[in-house]
């Protein structure tokens, strides 16, 4: 079964910086494509950064391109968002997903790609 376990999270000052880690196991981690999400209360889930290891692709959304960067430890299959930066609408719960081929109530697309699994999330909050 495909599992990610996202952690991390916590509570920063504005300018502050974190990093969370994606665990994932049950999928071939080295041709997959994850990514990171967050939902802020009230709002939509929104993609903001993406990495697929079989072409060597990173994205990011406006939202966060500067300040965030991803990238992975394929011998730990485990992903990697380093938050610079931050700002009080970065606060979030922080979600990453896996690509998959079958299509869940869940699924949501970003940056190309269709993601059908999910970890827990992890609370980003940024205090001003």
């Known amino acids: 079964d495909v599992q990610l376990q996202a952690s991390g999270g916590g509570l920063v000052q504005a300018g502050g910086s974190l990093r969370l880690s994606c665990a994932a196991s049950g999928f071939t981690f080295d041709e997959s494509t994850v990514a990171w999400f967050r939902q802020a209360p009230g709002k939509e889930r929104e993609g903001i950064a993406l990495?697929?290891?079989?072409?060597?692709?990173?994205y990011y959304s406006d939202s966060v391109k500067g300040r965030f960067t991803i990238s992975s430890d394929t011998a730990k299959n485990t992903v990697f968002l380093q938050m610079n930066n931050l700002k009080p609408e970065d606060t979030a719960v922080y979600y990453c997903a896996a690509e998959g081929k079958k299509y869940h109530t869940s699924s949501h697309y970003f940056g190309g790609y269709r993601y059908d699994f999910w970890g827990q999330g992890t609370q980003v909050t940024v205090s001003s």
């Open positions: 990495v697929n290891h079989k072409v060597g692709r990173s």
